[in-house]
């Protein structure tokens, strides 16, 4: 099994993309705040993308120097020491690491480059959706950096470096790639495993552990199941003291399952038929297959992504469907969100709950150029029941390059 890796003319095409957005915006410097390590889904993490080693870190670029990390602790130091020793190709030599990740540290490095006046463009303060609505930097950590550089000017940067990241290299796409093969094991896997009688856990369980075979950190999955259902998000017994439920005969299970290989992400969206489902649910495989197949026929260069969103919402508007979860958003990084979640207010429970409205399409705009990825992940309700199917696509210079067309069709176990 050939794994792919980053080489060192990744690293430098990453480090140029950093010099150009300080270009592009005008700054002597580039702060790139990364969120703590052990995130699971949609991680903030553009200090990982220039280091290529362990998140968590803050990357300050200034002027044409190479890049210095603040790390959290020691323990990323231990890890680079380590990796070192086996002879692992590392982007970020030992004299450009410190334990400093805090506001003083990045004073620090600031100071040392004589840039205490200057403009500094900063990764961390623009909203990063669909979990980060609001900008992601702490509050203490910000406003203790504002008040050691009083006369420095900061500007969030954060569109700048999602147009110049979000189209990927050959390497990286590579990458992606094998995220996606083991997006598709990990279907299979569940669909051998869910069987009448068996828990919820073991079908999550199955999954995981054809990544895990594979090298691969998945950083958990959506999953539920039952003969119909409204609902969306990681299994109730994650969260909540309970049993799993055991699956029966005539249920549906269905998951959104995430792959990442190298902090490239994949998502996939299983739904396995366990026996005869109701009627409902293979009319909203059609619904959400032809939402699909319309968003494939939209996935070109020269369309926006708004036009995208337009073609995946057409055939569940001709349905009178509606849908839970969105539609269609981009990967790596994540950011432009279309389709979330119209007509919640359809259940007859819905009129019970404070505020509710409808997020609307984010990056529209977005023109789809080459070596953009995508989830696509329509999902339509018919009746009280969701159906919901999809798959990683890219953006080729042709058209549409399907990386899971597994998981675009309703599954059927075999039990």
Known sequence: MSIPTYSLAERDRRWAIARGIMEAEGVQALIAYGEHECVDLAPFAPDAYFTNDRPGAIVVFCRDADPVELTWSTLPVADHIQASRRGEELWIPPERIRVAKHAAGVAEVLREHHLETASVGVLGLDPY??????????????????????EATFKPVGLN???ATIRQSEEELAVIRYSAETGDAMAEAMVEAARPGVSEAEVYAAGMAAAFRR?????????SSGPGF?????????????????????????????????????QHQVAIAVGEPHPDIETGAKVARASYDAGLAAARPGATFGDLVEAMEGPLRDAGAWNVH????????????????????????????????????MGGQLPL???????FEPNAVI?????????????????????????????????
């Open 129 to 150: 959706p669909p979990f980060h609505i609001n900008p992601i930097m702490p509050y203490g950590l910000w406003s203790q950096v504002l008040a050691e550089l009083p």
């Open 326 to 361: 969105p539609l269609v958003h981009t990967l790596n990084p994540m950011g432009p969100v279309g389709g979330f979640g119209a007509g919640l207010r359809r259940l007859p429970e819905a009129a019970r709950y404070g505020r509710l409205f409808d997020l609307p399409t």
């Open 230 to 266: 409204v609902s969306w998000g990681p299994p109730a017994w994650s969260y909540r003291p309970q049993a799993p439920r055991v699956v029966e005969e005539g249920d549906v299970v269905m998951a959104e399952v995430f792959c990442r290989f190298g902090m490239k992400e994949t």
């Open 161 to 163: 470096y999602l147009l």
């Open 215 to 223: 090298g691969l950190a998945a950083p958990g999955m959506l999953l």
């Open 383 to 415: 009746g009280d029941r969701l159906t919901n199917l999809g798959g990683t696509v890219v953006i080729g210079e042709d058209g549409p390059v399907e990386l899971n067309p597994l998981t675009t069709h309703l599954l059927r176990s075999e039990g």
């Open 369 to 375: 150029m080459p070596g953009m990825t995508f989830a």
